[in-house]
């Protein structure tokens, strides 16, 4: 290398040079008129020094956007192409509108989230206030990270979609139960339906704030009973309702066509082997119909059929029982009770028996009150992103069942 070259090579790369002194005082001066009072400015003029701006933003450096945003932050009402042009631009300059302005609209805050990045929708989520119209479409992009921060946010409105979607997301990002177990949004209905994918601790949470009583519904409607019976049963739907709310759990008819004296025999039998077809006996006397019976038979953690077992009136020993019948460990290597089936027994003793009903009731109803063939083919096929076309009980059976027709 000649010495031209070796000297050319230590020079150092020149420094950006400063904006011309001109076009940061015309920066300062636009923003200054934009932010003018309307005492000071009509419309008219306040539009044309906004367009001027944009222009001249389209082509500044970052830290000329973001100082122009900072200013604008402070406004009640900013222009609309200037508000959009900034929330959609790089962080920096964005961050100075979702952060620090207040008066942003709902439709500036939409058009941001559909046309920046998950980064600018989180800290749209972190706002004070978002309204039910902005949670919901934060919400239907899918992003946990973005339902973490929306949950998290006390002053955000969740609507009821926006809820339901929440609890569909939740298979597959289960570090957002506990957050939405938190919100006020949430019914009993949602946690019903979470009960199914959620760990063991979620679930005793689920149990112990969710499972609520009956007695209420039952004195208000305790003749109503004695009408239906009068004029027996025809309608079906004042029967499904009152199915639901009645004390008994146990379908006594079913006892006469049952190859077995009692539910407690069904269960006895179920001990050594649970069949097929003896789990579809104890689903019908215990006032189950079998799909039912077999969710709650086939789930991994074994809580439900401590549910089960206590709605219906059934002792202790009977979880041991059906524990059994499914071939689970009963007890672990040092002789003492396995811990899973230590947990379950610990979920019959801690859920009273009108409250284990009305869980296990509204399970009966949700997955089976509406299995349409369309509904059918929308399990199969995984189309929870449908939920809205479906009513409460279809969208329950969905999201509970689509799982096990994947297997």
Same mark, same amino acid.
């Given at each position: 290398?000649?010495?031209?070259?070796?000297?050319?090579s230590?020079?150092?790369?020149e420094?950006?040079? +400063?904006?011309?002194r001109?076009?940061?005082?015309?920066?300062k001066?636009?923003?200054?008129?934009? #932010?003018?009072?309307t005492?000071?400015?009509?419309?008219?003029?306040?539009?044309?020094?906004?367009?001027?701006?944009?222009?001249m933003?389209?082509?500044?450096?970052? &830290?000329?956007?973001?100082?122009?945003?900072?200013?604008?932050?402070?406004l009640?009402?900013?222009?609309?192409?200037?508000?959009?042009l900034l929330?959609?631009?790089?962080l920096?300059?964005?961050?100075?509108?979702?952060v620090?302005?207040?008066?942003?609209?709902?439709?500036?805050?939409i058009? #941001?989230?559909?046309?920046?990045?998950?980064?600018?929708?989180?800290?749209?989520?972190?706002?004070?206030?978002?309204?039910?119209?902005?949670?919901?479409?934060?919400?239907?992009?899918?992003?946990?990270?973005? %339902?973490e921060?929306?949950?998290?946010?006390?002053l955000?409105?969740?609507?009821?979609?926006?809820v339901?979607? %929440?609890?569909? $997301?939740?298979?597959?990002?289960?570090?957002?139960?506990?957050?939405?177990?938190?919100?006020?949004?949430?019914?009993?209905?949602?946690?019903?339906?979470?009960?199914?994918? +959620?760990?063991?601790?979620?679930?005793?949470?689920?149990?112990?704030?969710?499972?609520?009583?009956?007695?209420?519904?039952?004195?208000?409607?305790?003749?109503?009973?004695?009408?239906?019976? $009068?004029?027996?049963?025809?309608?079906?739907?004042?029967g499904?309702?009152?199915?639901?709310?009645?004390?008994?759990?146990?379908?006594? $008819?079913?006892?006469?066509?049952?190859?077995?004296?009692?539910?407690?025999?069904?269960?006895?039998?179920?001990?050594?082997?649970?069949?097929?077809? %003896?789990?579809?006996?104890?689903?019908?006397?215990?006032?189950?119909?079998?799909?039912?019976?077999?969710?709650?038979?086939?789930?991994?953690?074994?809580?439900?059929?401590?549910?089960? #077992?206590?709605? $219906?009136?059934?002792?202790?020993? #009977?979880?041991?029982q059906?524990?059994?019948?499914?071939?689970?460990?009963?007890?672990?290597?040092s002789?003492?009770?396995?811990?899973a089936?230590?947990?379950?027994?610990?979920?019959?003793?801690?859920v009273?028996?009108?409250r284990?009903?009305t869980?296990?009731?509204?399970?009966?109803?949700?997955?089976?009150?509406?299995?349409?063939?369309?509904?059918?083919?929308?399990?199969?096929?995984?189309?929870?992103?449908?939920?809205?076309?479906?009513s409460?009980?279809?969208?329950? &059976?969905?999201?509970?069942l689509?799982?096990?027709?994947?297997?």
């Amino acid at each position: 290398m000649n010495s031209a070259a070796r000297t050319s090579s230590l020079v150092e790369p020149e420094a950006p040079k +400063a904006p011309p002194r001109s076009r940061l005082t015309l920066f300062k001066r636009l923003t200054d008129v934009v #932010c003018l009072p309307t005492s000071r400015i009509n419309a008219f003029e306040r539009a044309m020094s906004a367009d001027l701006l944009v222009e001249m933003l389209r082509d500044a450096s970052v &830290a000329e956007r973001e100082k122009v945003a900072r200013r604008l932050a402070m406004l009640n009402e900013m222009p609309g192409v200037l508000a959009r042009l900034l929330l959609r631009d790089e962080l920096p300059v964005a961050r100075a509108l979702l952060v620090e302005a207040e008066k942003l609209t709902d439709a500036d805050l939409i058009s #941001c989230l559909y046309n920046a990045s998950m980064e600018h929708r989180r800290l749209i989520a972190h706002r004070r206030g978002v309204s039910e119209v902005v949670a919901d479409a934060l919400v239907d992009m899918g992003e946990p990270p973005v %339902i973490e921060a929306l949950l998290r946010n006390e002053l955000v409105r969740l609507s009821h979609q926006g809820v339901e979607s %929440i609890v569909a $997301a939740t298979r597959d990002a289960s570090y957002l139960i506990p957050l939405l177990l938190r919100r006020a949004e949430l019914r009993p209905s949602h946690a019903y339906v979470m009960f199914w994918w +959620a760990d063991a601790e979620v679930r005793k949470t689920i149990l112990q704030r969710f499972a609520v009583s009956r007695e209420i519904l039952q004195e208000a409607v305790d003749d109503v009973f004695g009408l239906a019976s $009068a004029e027996g049963w025809e309608d079906p739907l004042s029967g499904k309702a009152l199915q639901f709310i009645a004390r008994e759990q146990r379908n006594r $008819a079913a006892i006469g066509e049952s190859p077995f004296g009692s539910l407690e025999e069904a269960v006895a039998a179920g001990a050594n082997g649970l069949t097929r077809e %003896i789990a579809e006996e104890i689903s019908y006397l215990s006032g189950l119909k079998p799909i039912t019976g077999a969710k709650i038979f086939t789930d991994p953690g074994g809580e439900p059929l401590a549910v089960l #077992c206590k709605a $219906a009136g059934l002792p202790r020993g #009977c979880v041991r029982q059906l524990w059994r019948g499914l071939d689970r460990q009963e007890v672990d290597r040092s002789g003492e009770l396995d811990h899973a089936l230590e947990r379950v027994m610990t979920i019959y003793d801690m859920v009273a028996v009108d409250r284990a009903q009305t869980v296990l009731r509204y399970w009966n109803w949700s997955l089976t009150s509406a299995l349409s063939p369309a509904l059918l083919k929308a399990i199969r096929e995984g189309e929870e992103a449908a939920l809205g076309e479906y009513s409460t009980p279809q969208r329950s &059976a969905m999201l509970a069942l689509s799982r096990d027709f994947d297997r």
